[in-house]
DNA sequence: GCGGGGTTTCGACGTTCATCGAAGCATAAC
DNA sequence: GTTATGCTTCGATGAACGTCGAAACCCCGC
């Protein structure tokens, strides 16, 4: 279930695919760009290809200790570390600890959540370029 | 052209997600980083929000000159080309000049590719932590 | 040819990022 | 309490990034 699309029908980022480009109620209020930003958010946290290794041995594994992090993806503890708070922060995956060792999981509906963003191009009629509106 | 994806039922990045912590036939080759880093960059390549913007505008409409995309994204027309060249350069849109005008479009392939990577988790038995192996 | 407008490239600036070693925290074993 | 181990935070450094103005390029109409 992916998160999203429940109680909205595609609740999330995704309505930035859609909602650019509008009207724009408010007049000083950027409701597209805050879409973006977070859609953008979601894509830096996995603009890293050692952050790429990481969700791909969450996804494979359903739980990884954080000392098996560190030697994939074959750079320090500290980096590792660095690495993992920032796909926990982005909400990509989650952290528990159990004694000594920290096990780290995939949240898959974020993961979904950003493929769902993606899919679906929904082609409106068309907008209508500025050249054509210099035209008329 | 697209490059990719075709022959291939999912031959793209995709395989990161699978074939990450495996044997590694050839001892210093790294195979799984250079698909993390083909998916990294892809995922770099929409990690600011006026490209995210800019891929809304292009997945939205068919076809959105070179001009709008300047004014859509409020920024410079140099900023604008330099986002455009960094998603052209990833393969997320192609250009077509028209007389004065250049228009861009957004390659689908490329963009599902980018969900696709992101979808099927595909578990695999358990790869046996760290942990575990010091524990035996 | 010449002038003008759309687009890209160049150069520069300030910011953000990835990386590591060292230090700090926490937990478990003794 | 002390020691050892796993993980995170801190500080610093070099590289990459986003942004813009100015210059260059390209194509059209005259």
């Known amino acids: 279930m992916t998160t999203t699309t429940m109680a909205a029908p595609k609740g999330l980022p995704l309505t ?7 009207p724009a ?4 209020a950027p409701r597209a760009d805050e879409s973006a930003q977070t859609l953008a958010a979601l894509f830096k946290a996995l603009a890293d290809p050692a952050r790429v290794t990481i ?7 359903e ?3 954080a000392c098996d992090i560190s030697e994939g993806i074959g750079k320090s503890a500290a980096t590792a570390s ?3 708070k920032i796909l926990k922060d982005s ?6 600890k159990r004694g000594t060792w920290v ?15 993606l899919a679906s191009p929904q082609r409106t009629p068309r907008p209508k ?3 054509e509106r210099s035209e008329s």
């Open 91 to 96: 909400g990509l995956v989650a952290s528990e």
């Open 103 to 117: 096990y780290y999981r995939a949240v898959p509906e974020r993961v979904a959540a950003i493929a769902d963003a």
């Open 63 to 65: 739980e990884v200790c």
């Open 16 to 22: 930035v695919l859609s909602a650019c480009c509008q």
């Open 82 to 84: 660095h690495h993992l």
């Open 55 to 61: 969700m791909a041995m969450l996804l494979n594994a």
């Open 129 to 131: 370029s500025r050249k």
């Open 25 to 28: 109620s408010a007049p000083s």
